[in-house]
């Protein structure tokens, strides 16, 4: 899996969750906040910790943003300071701005200026948040437990046109496939001989680090 680079911006429970979990996934990670308390909590964590006020351009262009793939924006509460670093970001040309919202009218208003992803804390976890990130394959993931997860995964150039069977995916990687979706269809628990289609959406469940090795080849 490729190694990308992060900003994270605002290090309150979201962010410093996602920050730690973005770098133990083995991604270079700078987190941000004007709290300095906060900056040293998370410095042992991640990449470089930086105490600043990200809602000063000057600031943000000393942080040298044209060299990371994501930020991820988690300023929740204080809306106005999490819609003026969105809309600079976008502004500056950030590739992909993920940000948090506290309300559905605050959803609304950052996809308005610009947001690509928006998440409501309520609704999707830091964690699944940092796994979905990092891999452009990897649409969604629900932690069913400490130990298994379930991933719903695109499925990988490298398969297309080869069978289930040929590909032996649970004897290589550990994971049961338990649901390919391809368009309006669902196939359930699909036999040896379903040969895979390019857009072919993958449903697998398996232990954490079973996944993970299925995530580093897609």
Request: hydrophobic share 45%; proline share 2%; glycine share 6%.
């Amino acid at each position: 899996m490729k190694r990308k680079q992060y900003l994270i911006v605002g290090l309150g429970r979201f962010g410093k969750s996602i920050a730690k979990t973005l770098y133990e996934l083995g991604n270079d990670v700078l987190a941000v906040d004007l709290r300095e308390e906060n900056v040293q909590d998370i410095a042992p964590y991640v990449t470089q910790a930086v105490c600043a006020d990200a809602t000063e351009e000057e600031n943000l262009k000393a942080l040298g943003i044209n060299s990371f793939d994501v930020a991820v924006i988690g300023i929740g509460t204080d809306i106005q300071s999490s819609v003026i670093v969105t809309l600079l970001l976008k502004e500056m040309g950030m590739k992909f701005v993920l940000a948090k919202a506290s309300t559905e009218l605050h959803v609304k208003i950052l996809y308005k200026i610009g947001a690509d992803k928006v998440v409501l804390p309520e609704k999707d976890t830091a964690i699944r948040v940092a796994h979905n990130l990092v891999s452009n394959n990897i649409l969604d993931f629900i932690e069913l437990s400490p130990e298994y997860r379930v991933a719903e995964i695109l499925c990988a150039e490298e398969w297309v046109g080869k069978s289930l069977g040929n590909l032996d995916i649970r004897a290589k990687y550990g994971v049961n496939i338990i649901v390919i979706k391809r368009g309006d269809d669902i196939s359930v628990l699909p036999t040896s001989d379903f040969v895979f289609m390019r857009k072919d959406i993958i449903v697998a469940i398996g232990k954490e680090k079973e996944i993970e090795k299925l995530e580093d080849i897609i």
